[in-house]
Structure formats: structure tokens, C-alpha cells
């Protein structure tokens, strides 16, 4: 019986060794394909010449020239005034963004704001504290950026794609603000009855 289970042993051990090798081989090929990737995108760029908010610009015209639907400004904004907890709204709710990476960030900020508001229940006075004044400072930039994006927007001066990434921008500050707000309220709620 024991030859037995010193061949199953064995046996184990083996088919873990190729299970990791075959992981090793996997995490290889990817570091090799995300490298390729990555000197790819640095071949176009620096073959074109191009910033990244040039491409930017240049995927909005090719995005408008595709369905100019999307960048009709007279389209129903969000309205920011009406919910109190943007993490409260059902998926199919949410703002909508014209740029991918402004999709993908905002997606982020909601599973880092939820985390954080669960964290707040369990957190201790010192750690919500700290966290207080590191979401008022960064409310204050937010604020910065929404002021500047308002304002460039006013200006007339901006073309179709620069005025809808410009207005893209904006609605993510509006979203960021909302939520640091609200969050900054929750600390303020924990601090204050944390102290009592």
C-alpha cells in the first residue's frame, strides 16, 4: 500500500511541476507580448510624431466622423443634481463618457469610492482622519480642474473634437467631485461620533 501512495505522491508532485512550469511559460509569453505591444505603440508614436492627446484627438475625429450622433451637444446631459450617491445608481444609470479611458477611470474610482465606504464602517478614528485630508486636498484640485475645463469650454476657440474631449473631462470632474463629497461627508459622520 505504501509503494501505492508513494507512486501517487510522485505522481502529484510531477503534475504539479508541469502545472508551474506551463505558468511560468504563460507569464512569459505575456511579459513578451506586453513588451511588444508597448514598443509598438512607441514605434507609432514616435513614427508619427504624435502626443498621447493628439492621438486622443485624433480617435475623437475618427470616433465623430464614425457617428456623429455622440458628440451632439444637445443631447441629455447627466444630472448631477438629482442623485445624491452616484454609487447608488444601478449600472445601466451611470454617466456615460465619450472616451474609453474616461469610462474605464470612472469605472475605478466607483470600486475605490465603494471600498472606501466600506472601509469607513470598520476604519479607526486616526486612519478616517488621515483620509479626510487627503479627500479635501484632492477635492481641491478637482475643483481646479473643473473650474479650467468650464472655462476653456466657454471660450468658443476650441474645435468639435477638442470641445468634446474638453466636455468629456468636465462631466468626469462633475462625477469625482459628487463622490469625493459625498465620502468627505461619511469621514466627517465617523470623525464626529468617533471623538464622543
Known amino acids: 500500500m505504501s509503494d501505492i501512495q508513494s507512486l501517487t505522491d510522485a505522481d502529484r508532485i510531477l503534475n504539479t ?31 508619427k510624431g504624435l502626443t498621447k492627446e493628439e492621438i486622443e484627438a485624433q480617435e475623437i475625429q475618427e470616433a465623430m466622423q464614425a457617428n456623429p450622433g455622440i458628440f451632439n451637444e444637445d443631447e441629455e446631459e447627466f444630472n448631477f443634481d438629482a442623485v445624491e ?42 486612519g478616517v482622519a488621515k483620509l479626510f485630508k487627503q479627500q479635501s486636498k484632492e477635492l481641491e484640485g478637482i475643483r481646479s480642474s473643473k473650474l479650467d475645463y468650464e472655462m476653456e469650454l466657454e471660450t468658443g476657440t476650441l474645435t468639435p473634437s477638442q470641445r468634446s474631449y474638453r466636455r468629456d473631462e468636465l462631466k468626469m470632474c462633475r462625477v469625482q467631485e459628487k463622490m469625493a463629497v459625498h465620502l468627505i461627508s461619511k469621514l466627517q459622520v465617523k470623525i464626529k461620533s468617533g471623538r464622543r
Do not use: C, G, H
Not at 505558468?23 to 513578451?32: D, F
Not at 477611470?105 to 471600498?115: D, E, G, P
Open 85 to 126: 450617491n452616484i454609487l447608488d445608481l444601478p449600472d445601466n444609470e451611470f454617466p456615460k463618457f465619450t472616451l474609453a479611458k474616461n469610462k474605464a477611470r470612472f469605472l475605478r474610482m466607483v470600486s475605490w469610492y465603494r471600498q472606501k465606504e466600506e472601509w469607513i464602517e470598520v476604519a479607526p478614528v486616526s
Open 17 to 47: 511541476d508541469k502545472i508551474e512550469t506551463k505558468n511560468t511559460e504563460i507569464e512569459k509569453k505575456a511579459r513578451t507580448i506586453s513588451r511588444d505591444e508597448d514598443d509598438d505603440l512607441d514605434d507609432d508614436l514616435s513614427e
